[in-house]
């Protein structure tokens, strides 16, 4: 599996939403989790990051539960 848009990834939680509100919406919810942010940040990950690594999509799905 390739990489993987932040975009589709906040899309899938928040179908109903536009997808900046979407995006926005998804970046909430991994400051608000700080034991997730730490760990995406441990892997790469910048808050401006357009594109996931699947390391990167699992670990949000682990602390969120996958859409």
């Known amino acids: 599996m390739g990489m993987i ?3 589709d990834i906040a899309l ?3 179908p ?3 997808s900046t509100t979407a995006t926005k ?4 919810w991994i400051h608000r989790c700080p034991l997730l942010y730490t ?3 441990q892997t790469g990950f910048q ?3 357009r594109y996931l690594t699947p390391h990167m999509v699992e670990r ?3 602390h969120l539960g996958e859409p």
């Open 5 to 7: 848009r932040f975009r």
């Open 12 to 14: 899938s939680y928040f």
């Open 16 to 18: 109903q939403q536009p």
């Open 25 to 28: 919406h998804l970046k909430r």
């Open 39 to 41: 760990e995406l940040r």
């Open 47 to 49: 808050p401006r990051q």
């Open 60 to 62: 949000i799905y682990h």
